[in-house]
């Protein structure tokens, strides 16, 4: 089979590789379409990270069962999966945070196994979901990102009438936003500096304002518009002036959700003790949070397939370049591996 893998720091090639081996209690998939993650740009291509091992990275996903194995799926079968594998015994998996397993990353999909940057791959039984008619494989390709968003928003709190603060306009800033107006939220405000993520911003639907995170008198804007402060936040720059500006803007008690490595905010520990507020780390997400934008895809509250631009395996290269150059701003690139 044709796979995409890392040979040095910064050169990814197409090679080839046999075949996986269906293993009990996993099935066989043909890969359709793979994203890439902000992970594998920084961490696999930029760190070269398993550099000359004929490793295969991608975790983001759509494909069909080809062989099922022993599982209880069948031939045919749209499906993606988590690409986290737990335990299911220690007391994270037992206390419904199986995302916060140590066993995690054990036999995880591009992580430890090989994943979805390659025509097949495999995948634990109780991973895989069955992908409804109404998600084409391409959005299906991004329900992952859109879970990680799904899981700052609910960490963060969002609610049914919330106004809701996003620092940051990358794909999870925009699948944030997306995830809270899907939640009810009566007020979605985002802010990015870069001028071409700024106008996508300002062209989504499910956006009420999006702001330059560098504009005179941003904080008294963003008053203004919730009319005084927002119930939440989400962090998705990295920037601690960003961050810092998000945790200002949120009210006593409300918490602001960091998802994005990088700086975190400047706390004022006077105020921030005194209002009680909240500073939450967000990582992967629950199969609550998975499922739940399995289902607001299929009945449309969610939608982004917009924000999709395909290549191939053969792209590759030069899409990374060009998004380490800065000639690249498609808010994700999903691969075509394979036909139908």
Known sequence: MRILTIVDKKKMIVAEKPVPKVEPGRALIKVSYAGICGS??????????????????????????????????????????????????????????????????STGIGLTNDGAFAEYLTARE??????????????????????????????????EGSKVLITGGGAIGL???????????????????????????REAAFIDHALSGTAEGLTDTLHELAGGLFDCAVECSG???????????IKPGATLTMLAYGSGPQVDSFSFINDEKRIQGGVFFT???????????????????????????????????GLDNGTKNAQKYVMKITSE
């Open 287 to 321: 199969q609550e949070d998975f499922e739940r934008v399995i289902a607001m895809m299929a009945d449309g509250r969610i939608d982004i397939r917009q924000y999709a631009e395909i290549i191939t395996m053969d792209d590759a290269q030069d899409t990374l370049l």
């Open 239 to 249: 920037n601690q002036r960003a961050a810092t500006m998000a945790l200002e803007s």
């Open 40 to 105: 594998d740009w920084h961490m696999v291509w930029g760190n070269g990270v398993r550099a000359g091992q004929n490793a295969v990275a991608g975790h983001e996903f759509s494909g069909v069962i080809v062989d099922p194995g022993d599982t209880h799926f069948k031939a045919g079968d749209r499906v993606t999966a988590i690409e986290y594998t737990p335990c299911g015994e220690c007391e994270y998996c037992r206390g419904g945070k199986k995302h916060l397993c140590p066993e995690r990353f």
């Open 175 to 201: 699948f944030a936003a997306a995830s809270a107006k899907a939640l009810g939220a009566s007020l979605v405000v985002l802010t990015e500096v870069n001028p071409i993520r700024l106008g996508q911003a």
């Open 126 to 159: 109780d991973m895989i979901y069955k992908l409804p008619d109404s998600i084409d494989d391409v959005q299906a390709a991004m329900i992952e990102p859109c879970a990680v968003s799904m899981h700052g928003a609910s960490l963060a709190g969002v609610k």
